[in-house]
């Protein structure tokens, strides 16, 4: 099988899955480290580099957390589907091994718990949000509802790692038996924790299909610990048609595209009302005509950015969860409130330093947010990595949980404050449900933008 024939919401969730194991293996290593570390906090304190890495690594936690519960969410409504199965049943493995990990590291030192449980208003953290996650996701009954996927993993592996072999999703079923191993996810486990479930509830499983069940039980082994906090069920964002359209006329190469999505799992340990940025690069004809492709660091994505999306010519910049990749206007139009930004600069100098951005084309998603690095990128950091430095552009970090950091908000300051980049057009409803342009734009900024 080829790439091509999986879903891009298969391959991406797939890349996500990894980029996020790989995080969750950095941040083992710094646990380890701050669990040392605790030998001195059972005296009841932190030294303030101490203090600020527990910090760090609670935010990180739960940005990769966020983005692997979106992916397992996402897979469990395309059922029937083995593709989709693969990668629901590994995200919520690695989940379960990330909480697990903190637990037996932190759960018998009351001094760092409590650390972890403090709130960050910078990045919307409630107090005891760790607790309410981490009880969540060792929970007997959820591994309960994660039996069903182990079933079905282990009666279909040879189909399902015949279904992957020779493609990007290979990785997929030897992940799932480490993990599978690790959290202890035998079938003979089923005997002990089926009696913690009511019977009605396993008859009513039982009446459905088995790769059902196994969608099921991924949704149920992890939507506990957020529905009803930071989701609406069923909740598809997307911009009104006559917005789109007006946005489209307004646009021009090397805007600066920020965006919205309500309810979305990722808006939340984000600093602000806008959390997400872009960087929009024209459509495909603009670009051709502009010789775009011809650039040393386009030149090996040309090809891509001209075909990835067949019914939209448009093209963005942009960092997600499952790494930097040319993407169409689709991907920012999938939200619900956007705002364009405009740097002060000509095009003459707008190709060239969208161009100088498209070295990054590729990279993993940056879960540390940390812009001293520049190995794995946030979405800001694309804007950040294009301009920075281009006829005088200057961006000044903000330090955030330990690490230097430039938000949404932040180039929504600059932009109010007219230092390098200029509002064009905001649509944020309800409260400013038309789209504004010019000056009624930043006063409508002005009153949804929290950290100014």
């Not at 890349?15 to 380890?32: C, I, M, P, S, Y």
């Amino acid at each position: 099988m080829q790439d091509g024939e999986f879903s891009g919401r298969v391959v991406s969730g797939a890349a996500t899955v990894l980029a996020v194991a790989a995080q969750f293996n950095r941040l083992k290593q710094v646990a380890g480290s701050l669990s040392q570390a605790a030998l001195s906090s059972e005296q009841g304190y932190f030294a303030p580099s101490e203090d600020e890495e527990v910090r760090h690594l609670l935010v990180s936690y739960w940005q990769s957390r966020n983005a692997l519960l979106e992916v397992v969410l996402e897979m469990k409504n395309d059922r029937q589907v083995d593709s989709h199965f693969l990668v629901g049943y590994a995200g919520a493995l690695v989940l379960v091994d990330a909480a697990r990990y903190l637990y037996s590291e932190f759960d018998e030192r009351p001094v760092v718990r409590d650390k972890l449980n403090e709130p960050a208003p910078h990045f919307g953290i409630p107090a005891d949000v760790y607790d309410t996650v981490q009880k969540s996701l060792i929970n007997p009954v959820h591994t309960w509802h994660l039996y069903h996927a182990a079933k079905y993993f282990e009666e279909n592996r040879d189909s399902l790692t015949a279904l992957v072999e020779g493609t990007t999703l290979e990785f997929l079923p030897p992940l799932i038996e480490s993990h599978q191993s690790s959290n202890e996810m035998s079938l003979s486990a089923f005997a002990v924790l089926s009696a913690r479930v009511q019977a009605r509830q396993l008859m009513d499983l039982v009446k459905e299909d088995l790769l059902h069940r196994a969608l099921y039980g991924l949704q149920k082994s992890v939507s506990s610990a957020v529905s009803g906090l930071y989701t609406v069920r069923d909740h598809v964002p997307g911009l009104p048609e006559a917005i789109r359209d007006r946005v489209r006329e307004l646009l021009r190469p090397g805007d600066v595209l920020i965006v919205r999505k309500e309810h979305a799992l990722t808006n939340y340990f984000l600093p602000g009302y806008w959390p997400h940025a872009a960087l929009y690069l024209g459509t495909c004809d603009e670009l051709s005509a502009a010789e775009f492709g011809d650039h040393e660091h386009v030149r090996p994505h040309w090809d891509n950015l001209l075909a990835c999306d067949a019914d939209e010519p448009c093209r963005v910049h942009e960092a997600l969860k499952d790494g930097v990749h040319v993407r169409s206007l689709s991907s920012p139009f999938a939200s619900d409130a956007i705002t364009v930004l405009r740097p002060q600069l000509g095009l003459e100098e707008i190709y060239p330093a969208m161009a100088r951005g498209m070295f990054h084309t590729g990279k993993s998603y940056d879960f540390d947010f940390d812009f001293t690095r520049a190995d794995r990128l946030v979405c800001t950091e694309v804007v950040y990595r294009s301009y920075s430095g281009v006829n005088g552009v200057r961006f000044d970090l903000t330090r955030r949980a330990g690490r230097m950091t430039l938000s949404a908000e932040d180039l929504i300051g600059m932009a109010i404050s007219g230092r390098h980049f200029d509002v064009v057009a905001t649509y944020a409803p309800p409260d400013y449900d038309e789209l504004k342009t010019g000056a009624p734009a930043s006063e409508a900024l002005q009153a949804t933008a929290a950290s100014l």
